[in-house]
């Protein structure tokens, strides 16, 4: 069954946040999959759902107290690495640019809202704006055990993408989690990628 995207506003500022050539202006619809069996336990793979291709892979590192993910485009470059912040209350993880986690590299940073939560409360900080930490530039609200997410420019109503929990047979009986996404029109939908990787990073922390 498609997805019916015509009732999606788009956000009337674009957002490039690893870069525009990763921003179109029109909805694009991915399906994110994490992989049943994985040594890492984080390999996921993201495919556009407009053309059926694969655009995007992560890869998780194999035992390391610092858990990484790095994500390819679809010839292998890596584009972005994600690191989880060991003992931090707010599991915590940071995205640079690359291969690499040089400060000078950093894109944004992600934490729990609180500590305890009901439903689930994300915020995301751009790296110019991650010493205070006082207001947020993105927001991401939910419930993640229903697999239902939106994303939010900063404390606003402005959507930015949404998440939902794709179900299919074969997932199901594979054990799979597969996503639906929807990235807004001018939206940078490796940026959105980034963040439902780590939202499940973070709902697998929790269920430990």
């Not at 998440?163 to 939908?189: A, E, I």
């Not at 940026?191 to 990787?197: D, K, N, S």
Request: glycine share 4%; proline share 3%.
């Amino acid at each position: 069954m498609e997805r019916d995207t015509s009732a999606l506003a788009p956000a009337p500022v674009p957002v490039a946040v690893v870069s525009p050539q990763f921003c179109a202006p029109h909805v694009v619809p991915l399906t994110v999959t994490k992989k049943a069996m994985s040594f890492s336990g984080g390999d996921f793979t993201v495919t556009d759902d407009a053309s059926g291709a694969v655009v995007l892979q992560v890869r998780g590192t194999y035992l390391s107290v610092r858990r990484h993910r790095v994500l390819h485009d679809a010839a292998g470059r890596a584009i972005l690495t994600m690191q989880r912040k060991v003992f931090s209350m707010h599991e915590k993880w940071k995205v640079f640019r690359g291969d690499t986690t040089a400060a000078n590299d950093l894109l944004f940073t992600v934490k729990k809202a609180s500590i305890f939560q009901m439903k689930t409360k994300l915020d995301v900080f751009l790296a110019g704006n991650t010493t205070a930490e006082q207001v947020c530039d993105f927001k991401i609200k939910g419930s993640y055990f229903e697999r239902s997410c939106a994303f939010y420019r900063g404390n606003s109503n402005v959507l930015i993408a949404q998440m939902n929990r794709k179900f299919t047979l074969s997932n199901v009986l594979l054990g799979k989690d597969t996503y639906s996404v929807s990235v807004f029109p001018h939206v940078d939908y490796v940026f959105i990628a980034a963040l439902v990787v780590i939202l499940d990073e973070i709902h697998r922390d929790r269920s430990k």
